[in-house]
Nanobody, 123 residues
Framework: QVQLVESGGGLVQPGGSLRLSCTDSGRSFSRLPMGWFRQAPGKEREFVASTSWTGSSTFYGDSVKGRFTISRDNAKGTIYLQMNNLQAEDTAVYYC????????????????WGQGTLVTVSS
């Protein structure tokens, strides 16, 4: 059973960086594709990035392409989201997800979720 726990959120100034982590305490992680989504207040949950279980294939949402990087360490059961040049519009709760089907872009395609970690970008 996948049990996901995110960490690393916080307050950062515009132009700054943060690295989010997501660990699977259920130890089912290593052969599952993983992803990050985010949800801003009053908005729908949005696809951010995904990675294949090997980490060799990654995909990004248009709004974060070139600024965010997803990576994984299967030995540690952890995926990461390195976020650079953060802007106010990146403010959201960021969720880790696992075990997708379908297009991977729709939150409904993913069966396991963490509780989320809040990222606030503000001066």
């Amino acid at each position: 059973q996948v049990q996901l726990v995110e960490s690393g959120g916080g307050l950062v100034q515009p132009g700054g960086s943060l690295r989010l982590s997501c660990t699977d305490s259920g130890r089912s992680f290593s052969r599952l594709p993983m992803g990050w989504f985010r949800q801003a207040p009053g908005k729908e949950r949005e696809f951010v990035a995904s990675t294949s279980w090997t980490g060799s294939s990654t995909f990004y949402g248009d709004s974060v392409k070139g600024r965010f990087t997803i990576s994984r360490d299967n030995a540690k059961g952890t995926i990461y989201l390195q976020m650079n040049n953060l802007q106010a519009e990146d403010t959201a709760v960021y969720y880790c997800a696992a075990d997708p089907e379908g297009s991977w872009l729709d939150p409904a395609d993913w069966s396991s979720w963490g509780q989320g970690t809040l990222v606030t970008v503000s001066s």
